[in-house]
């Protein structure tokens, strides 16, 4: 009765099904693996929970954070943008503090778009898009994203006429852990402007990146008609603390502003000061952070191979994207590995209708645990999950 369609129109999610298929392994007294979440395992940087620890000490951060209490984490952001990317903000204009991408892209498209507009997205991609382009009342046009492109969306193949108000990317992706580079970005960039289109790159793994490989940021192909969302859930291990930011050109960050001065007083300072002191720490801290999860894939990834999985080899994320062995339907073997082995990862059409065929493993374990993963799941009976 009190259900809204605005609020009905937000997909349910597989993931629910997962979880009782995991509450029945656990029932069957399996040691289960959970490799469906992709929330780091690992700490923040000690300095970091310092500063916050610190800060809850301070009576001044007990008050409601204005506008002109965040200056210190915007100057903080503008400086990584430049250190980091070249990339120029100026930080009372281009840039505004998140609650995590995830919120900021909620209201991002509240900001900027009208009930009606069209939205293109990725498919696969990360499953709360829809949700928030169902809460705008947008029209969303499937991106798709092939494993023969290198899950790089070809915009050229796009009808001409097609217009529409925002196009969304991510790279490093989640799912399929595909990485752009600066080309790629260029050549989106100039395509959205051409239509009238505000480029939003949801940026949450900018720091998650192996061995020599850097991402590069949308922004370095200028300011206009982007906007980049960047967090700290991933690159600093701060997924509970919920905070990011935002940066980009000027309208579009003011019009997020207005929204969200209508629903929220921004991040706790103490989340704040915390955020400030993480962006400004040396690249070493986040390398050493990467290396955990590049050791990881070079575990994962290879004993999956052993068994004869496809599997990208990623570069970038903190997931590596299998094609289900010799199955279509990625649903039926992700419960039967859950229930048969005790070997949680997350189904590809949980991520879109091209996720089908695929499913995701979030690499949250250590080495060995991710090793006896893939030995387990060499176990699970394939035909049945086929039918
Ligand atoms: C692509 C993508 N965007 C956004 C988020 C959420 O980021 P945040 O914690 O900053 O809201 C995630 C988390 O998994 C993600 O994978």
Redesign the pocket.
């Known amino acids: 009765m009190w259900m809204s369609s605005r609020a009905e129109g937000v997909p349910g999610s597989v993931f629910a099904l997962m979880d009782a298929a995991k509450s029945r392994a656990r029932a069957r007294g399996l040691n289960v693996i959970d490799l469906s979440i992709?929330s780091s395992d690992q700490s923040p940087p000690e300095a970091v929970l310092n500063a916050l620890r610190d800060a809850t000490r301070d009576p001044l951060t007990y008050r409601y954070p204005l506008f002109s209490d965040t200056a210190p984490l915007r100057e903080a952001a503008a400086a990584y943008l430049l250190r980091r990317f070249g990339v120029k903000v100026d930080s009372e204009t281009e840039v505004l503090p998140l609650i995590?991408?995830?919120?900021g892209l909620a209201h991002l498209l509240l900001a900027v778009t009208d009930p009606g507009d069209t939205l293109l997205l990725p498919d696969p991609g990360?499953p709360p898009y829809l949700g928030a382009a169902a809460v705008a009342g947008l029209k969303t046009v499937p991106l798709p994203l092939l494993p023969e492109c290198g899950f790089l969306p070809d915009l050229n193949a796009l009808p001409e006429d097609l217009r529409p108000r925002a196009l969304l990317l991510?790279y490093p992706n989640?799912p399929t852990s595909a990485v752009a580079d600066a080309a790629f970005f260029a050549e989106a960039t100039a395509w959205c402007r051409a239509r009238g289109t505000l480029l939003i790159h949801?940026h949450?793994y900018a720091e998650l990146t192996f061995g020599n490989y850097r991402a590069p940021s949308a922004l370095e192909a200028g300011l206009s008609s982007v906007v980049e969302l960047h967090?700290l859930?991933?690159t600093h291990h701060m997924?509970g603390f919920?905070v990011?930011f935002a940066a980009g050109d000027a309208g579009a960050i003011a019009a997020l502003a207005r929204v969200k001065g209508a629903v929220d007083f921004h991040p706790y300072l103490g989340i704040q000061r915390a955020a400030t002191l993480a962006l400004g720490l040396p690249e070493a801290v986040g390398r050493a952070g990467a290396a955990v999860f590049q050791a990881r894939r070079d575990a994962l990834v290879p004993a999956l191979r052993d068994l004869g999985w496809e599997v990208q080899w990623p570069q970038a994320s903190m997931y590596a994207w299998a094609r289900v062995p010799d199955l279509s339907d990625s649903v039926a073997y992700a419960v039967r590995a859950a229930e048969e082995c005790g070997v949680v990862v997350s189904p590809g059409r949980a991520f879109g209708k091209r996720g089908e065929g695929f499913v995701r493993f979030a690499l949250v374990q250590p080495p060995e645990v991710l090793v006896e993963a893939a030995r387990r799941l060499a176990g699970v009976d394939v035909g049945k999950a086929r039918g």
């Open positions: 992709g995590g991408a995830q919120e990360y991510n989640n949801d949450p967090s859930s991933k997924g919920r990011g």
